[in-house]
Nanobody, 123 residues
């Protein structure tokens, strides 16, 4: 399995930006499709974005489309999520996760997870 550690979360005002990072170690990062998910208090975990192992396929939830960009650096074993024009409803713990299944957005298909990083957007 690959081990994942997220960073970059914090407190930001509405309209601001954050860049989340996910550092990978263990088995070859480049062999996994990666995803970002988030979970707000009292709500289910939801898909945010995903990227295929070579970066050719990216997918976004409708709620973040146009305001988020997912990318990866396979040489540096790092996954990124650039979030712009943040809204208060984006407040949640953000997780990165790895899967062997191409194109999936179901969190149950992702086998390796980080510990999460808190994002709080104030109004």
């Amino acid at each position: 399995q690959v081990q994942l550690v997220e960073s970059g979360g914090g407190l930001v005002q509405a309209g601001g930006s954050l860049r989340l990072s996910c550092a990978a170690s263990g088995r070859a990062f480049k062999n996994y499709h990666m995803g970002w998910f988030r979970q707000a208090p009292g709500k289910e975990r939801e898909f945010v974005s995903s990227i295929s192992m070579n970066g050719a396929l990216t997918r976004y939830a409708d709620s973040v489309k146009g305001r988020c960009t997912v990318s990866r650096d396979n040489a540096g074993n790092t996954l990124y999520l650039q979030m712009n024009s943040l809204k208060p409803e984006a407040t949640a713990v953000y997780y990165c996760a790895a899967t062997s299944l191409y194109g999936t957005t179901r969190w149950t298909d992702f086998r390796s997870w980080g510990q999460g990083t808190q994002v709080t957007v104030s109004s």
